[in-house]
């Protein structure tokens, strides 16, 4: 067993990258067009805050006229300025949301020509609304009693700033998210459900709906929320979220919970070669050698040289008495 637990350790490292951080950051996704909104590559975008004089961060637009800036403190006010040869200046004040993404389209006028654009721009078509000011004051703080760990004053925060905000995403988001955390799956499934009304590439709704699903019992909505999943992209990304889980679990001494994680993880994403290694071991140590070469095969077809793998199918070979 402790051959085993050093095994797995050793395999969780590859994860604990990808593990995300406590704290939440809020991002801004930008989109600089013209009047007639083609968009303008190479304008520079400077970001500054009157709450903190010596913060600076500098982007400069793509040839799609894209930008994304990531705040790790959304309490403070900022500035955007944008600056390009041929075009007025523009600056709008912005309010980034915390562990959301706030969509925005500038709309920057040509030099001698009026003006354009609203105080924090318009919103990208096809994009959830950008919120209203007021209501990601009150969801910010709704994160903050969620990460001293008052759920309930989070929600009723979160749930203030839908009423601010009807059309707030990630409020309905986090919520699903506390009500989760308090083991209200189906309350987690129809909140993470709203939210993806909204926004339907919430990649955390999406997670949290899925999740859901799956402890409620509900397989077939949990195979659609997987396949959503898949579909945007992301489902490498909650493979290895479920992955860390099951290692969790494996350190609590629930084998069969932390099995149960990794076939979860496979199951979002075939390719990930050491969930399939992991299981094969598990299942090599509770004596099933025929499973653990089932398992050890399907990460030999993805790496065929890797060393783990062929180890383990030697392994089980012998104890299946396949060796010839």
């Known amino acids: 067993m402790r051959r085993l637990a050093v095994f797995i350790a050793a395999t969780v490292i590859l994860f604990l990258a990808a593990a995300p951080a406590a704290a939440q950051v809020g991002r801004v996704s930008g989109k600089v067009m013209d009047p007639e909104g083609n ?4 304008v520079t975008v400077t970001v500054t ?24 403190d959304v309490t403070l006010a ?8 041929g075009y007025q200046t523009l600056r709008k004040p912005v ?17 001698g020509a009026a003006p354009a654009g609203s105080p924090q ?19 910010n703080e709704g994160v903050e009693a969620q990460q001293a760990g008052d759920l309930d004053t989070a929600e009723a925060k979160y749930r203030e700033a839908l009423e601010a905000d009807p059309k707030l995403s990630a409020a309905h988001t986090s919520i699903a ?16 459900e709203k939210a993806l009304e909204i926004d339907p590439g919430d990649t955390r709704a999406l997670q949290i709906r899925y999740d859901a699903y799956r402890k409620l019992g509900d397989h077939e909505k949990a195979a659609e929320a997987a396949k959503a999943l898949k579909a945007l992209g992301t489902a490498t990304e909650a493979a290895k979220r479920v992955f860390n889980e099951g290692v969790d679990a494996y350190n609590a001494g629930d084998i069969s919970a932390a099995m149960s994680k990794f076939l979860q993880a496979v199951d979002l994403d075939p390719d990930l070669v050491p969930a399939w290694i992991v299981l094969a071991r598990l299942n090599l140590k509770q004596g ?8 050890v095969e399907e990460a030999l077809q993805r790496e065929p ?4 793998a062929l180890k383990l199918k030697f392994d089980a070979a012998v104890a299946a008495g396949n060796m010839a």
């Open 121 to 139: 721009g318009a919103p990208e078509a096809g994009a959830p609304p950008a919120p209203a000011r007021g209501a990601i004051k009150v969801y």
């Open 288 to 295: 099933s050698p025929g499973r653990a070469l089932t398992m």
């Open 95 to 111: 309010r980034p949301l915390a562990g959301g993404t706030v969509m925005i389209k500038f709309t920057m006028a040509p030099a």
């Open 177 to 192: 998210a506390v009500r989760f955390l308090k083991e209200d799956y189906a309350a987690a499934a129809a909140e993470a």
């Open 39 to 42: 968009p303008i590559p190479g």
């Open 305 to 308: 040289d890797n060393p783990k």
């Open 78 to 85: 900022y500035e955007y300025t944008l600056e390009k040869e």
């Open 49 to 72: 805050s009157p709450e903190m004089p010596s913060l600076k961060i500098v982007k400069r637009t793509n040839k799609k006229g894209r930008f994304v800036v990531t705040h790790t």
